[in-house]
Structure formats: structure tokens, C-alpha cells
T-cell receptor, first 113, second 110 residues
Framework: DSGVTQTPKHLITATGQRVTLRCSPRSGDLSVYWYQQSLDQGLQFLIQYYNGEERAKGNILERFSAQQFPDLHSELNLSSLELGDSALYFC????????????FGQGTRLTVV | GENVEQHPSTLSVQEGDSAVIKCTYSDSASNYFPWYKQELGKGPQLIIDIRSNVGEKKDQRIAVTLNKTAKHFSLHITETQPEDSAVYFCGKGSASKIIFGSGTRLSIRP
């Protein structure tokens, strides 16, 4: 158990809908990362937050947004969902977000039908 | 400059033999190079990492080498065992994010 909690574990929704994925980082970690893993694909970096502030952005679609709250949990919002958004979404956390080990959660499997 | 290239994409080795996975990058800002192992149905887990001021690091059967001049780094697994079967990702980290390679699916043949 990495200490990073992601909910829900599975999510099935229809095209055009909006969903929210939640991540609770390890105790003491200030930084949260979001990654997307499509079938048989690598880990695509979406976005990183540190202590509530956005620190880095990757190839995140405009339909996607995220935030990190004062209690350090983070949410990834996906809207106007398309079939191609079906993927595993991972959250990871680290102490500082700079050149340190990132601990991954178990992921949320999103299926868009 | 942001990507990291990882080869091979699949690797099958006989149990007991060694496995080597290689990654290359092109930017100069990266100074942290982790390797993650992802087992089926699980999140990636760090197995070893190396920083740019070190050329080699070893942890039991696993070693990582870094050539910062040539901008490539490699994962070496010796005396492979069935439990080494998984997908392995190399990563490169800078001040703000970790970018991962496309992964190597390692299979250990009995």
C-alpha cells in the first residue's frame, strides 16, 4: 500500500458526461501529480500541484481540469467525455515534487460508453 | 526535448538470465531518473532511482547506470525470477514533473 488513495476504483459513464476523480496523497506529501494511462500505453503526464498551486502542466486537454484543496487532496475533473478518454487515471504524491520519489495510487479505471 | 525514449517495448528472457532496458533523453534540465515497476492491476512502484551526480547505483539484483554526457540510462536486472515479470517504466525528472518512457513489458520464461 503506497498510502495514496484514489476513488472511485472504477467508473463507467456515457459520452458527453462529466466525472470527478479524487486523490488523497500520502500523509505529509505536499505535491500531487495526475497521469493518464490508456490501454497498453505509457504514463502520460497531465498536471502537477504543489501545496495548492499548479506547478506544471502536461498534455492535459482543455476539457480536463484539476485542483488541489487546502487539505491537500486533489480532484481531476473530466468533462464532455469522449470514448477516447477511457483509460486508467493515476494520482501520485511526493513530499516536495522536486526530484523525489512519487508514490502512485491504485488508479481509477474510467470507461466511457 | 520533453520525451524519453525507452527500448525495447517487449523483452523475454530465460529465468536466471539478465535483462537490460535502455532509455534516452535530450534535454539538459533533467537530473533525476527513476525506474518504476507496474504489475498487472496495480499502480507503478519505484524500484530504484539515480540522480545526475551519480553514474551507477545498485540494489541487490537491480542496478541503474547513467551516462549524463550521452543522455542515456539503463536498468539492469540480474538473475531474473518469475516475479520480475511486469511492465517497467523509466522516468526523467526536473524541477517540477516526472516524464515517463513508453514502458517495457518484461516476461521471464521458466
Amino acid at each position: 500500500d503506497s498510502g495514496v488513495t484514489q476513488t472511485p476504483k472504477h467508473l463507467i459513464t456515457a459520452t458527453g458526461q462529466r466525472v470527478t476523480l479524487r486523490c488523497s496523497p500520502r500523509s505529509g506529501d505536499l505535491s500531487v501529480y495526475w497521469y493518464q494511462q490508456s490501454l497498453d500505453q505509457g504514463l502520460q503526464f497531465l498536471i502537477q500541484y504543489y501545496n495548492g498551486e499548479e506547478r506544471a502542466k502536461g498534455n492535459i486537454l482543455e476539457r480536463f481540469s484539476a485542483q488541489q484543496f487546502p487539505d491537500l487532496h486533489s480532484e481531476l475533473n473530466l468533462s464532455s467525455l469522449e470514448l477516447g478518454d477511457s483509460a486508467l487515471y493515476f494520482c501520485a504524491s511526493s513530499q516536495t515534487g522536486r526530484n523525489t520519489e512519487a508514490f502512485f495510487g491504485q488508479g481509477t479505471r474510467l470507461t466511457v460508453v | 526535448g520533453e520525451n524519453v525514449e525507452q527500448h525495447p517495448s517487449t523483452l523475454s528472457v530465460q529465468e536466471g538470465d539478465s535483462a537490460v532496458i535502455k532509455c534516452t533523453y535530450s534535454d539538459s534540465a533533467s537530473n533525476y531518473f527513476p525506474w518504476y515497476k507496474q504489475e498487472l492491476g496495480k499502480g507503478p512502484q519505484l524500484i530504484i532511482d539515480i540522480r545526475s551526480n551519480v553514474g551507477e547505483k545498485k540494489d541487490q539484483r537491480i542496478a541503474v547506470t547513467l551516462n549524463k554526457t550521452a543522455k542515456h540510462f539503463s536498468l539492469h536486472i540480474t538473475e531474473t525470477q518469475p516475479e520480475d515479470s511486469a511492465v517497467y517504466f523509466c522516468g526523467k525528472g526536473s524541477a517540477s514533473k516526472i516524464i515517463f518512457g513508453s514502458g517495457t513489458r518484461l516476461s521471464i520464461r521458466p
